[in-house]
T-cell receptor, first 113, second 114 residues
Framework: SAVISQKPSRDICQRGTSLTIQCQVDSQVTMMFWYRQQPGQSLTLIAT?????????ESGFVIDKFPISRPNLTFSTLTVSNMSPEDSSIYLC??????????FGPGTRLTVL | GENVEQHPSTLSVQEGDSAVIKCTYSDSASNYFPWYKQELGKRPQLIID?????GEKKDQRIAVTLNKTAKHFSLHITETQPEDSAVYFC?????????????FGSGTRLQVQP
């Protein structure tokens, strides 16, 4: 597996503000993803974080709302912009090791008031 | 795109019994099928996976079967224990491409009664 850390682990934010979540991996990985898990729900892919180029977003997610950076092969950030209570979720980064095995970070629990 | 359906949404078994969770997928190109266990407040943990070139895989009390023709796969847990209680997610993806993101099922909450 991979050692994946996320910061912050949780935060409570006011509506209209933005929060940047960091994901750090202990070794270089080719593929990194960001998922959202709403309370009591499954995981939904937000985007693929591409190293050195713009992220690839899934339907329903846009760059202006969820800007993503990936400056190198061990680090990525996800920003949740102009937050509303509907953005309250757990945000998880994940990485692919070997051919297909995907491992998740511990998640960032976001509450928007 | 891929769609993964998972059943049942909740499952309650007695300790020592077996539990079976079933998933179907829609994209015939999918060839990698992992299962994750998520305990309350924790991250999803990969517990077993299967690739399309095999029909069954076992790891101690856990097994996964795959029927590519019918596009369904199942998780089998034998001799269940209270610590097996968690939410289980199936998922599907395509290996060896630039798109290896997972599409998840809706999850099954397994409760093992002591």
């Amino acid at each position: 597996s991979a050692v994946i850390s996320q910061k912050p682990s949780r935060d409570i934010c006011q509506r209209g503000t933005s929060l940047t979540i960091q994901c750090q991996v202990d070794s270089q990985v080719t593929m990194m993803f960001w998922y959202r898990q709403q309370p009591g729900q499954s995981l939904t892919l937000i985007a693929t974080a591409n190293q050195g180029s713009e992220a690839t977003y899934e339907s329903g997610f846009v760059i202006d709302k969820f800007p993503i950076s990936r400056p190198n092969l061990t680090f990525s950030t996800l920003t949740v912009s102009n937050m509303s209570p509907e953005d309250s979720s757990i945000y998880l980064c994940s990485v692919v090791r070997e051919v297909a095995e995907q491992f998740f970070g511990p998640g960032t629990r976001l509450t928007v008031l | 795109g891929e769609n993964v359906e998972q059943h049942p949404s909740t499952l309650s078994v007695q300790e020592g019994d077996s539990a079976v969770i079933k998933c179907t997928y829609s994209d015939s190109a999918s060839n990698y099928f992992p299962w994750y266990k998520q305990e309350l407040g924790k991250r999803p943990q990969l517990i077993i996976d299967i690739r399309s070139n095999v029909g069954e895989k076992k790891d101690q009390r856990i097994a996964v079967t795959l029927n590519k023709t019918a596009k369904h796969f199942s998780l089998h847990i034998t001799e269940t224990q209270p610590e097996d209680s968690a939410v289980y997610f199936c998922a599907a993806s395509i290996m060896d491409t630039g798109r290896r993101a997972l599409t998840f099922g809706s999850g099954t909450r397994l409760q093992v009664q002591p």
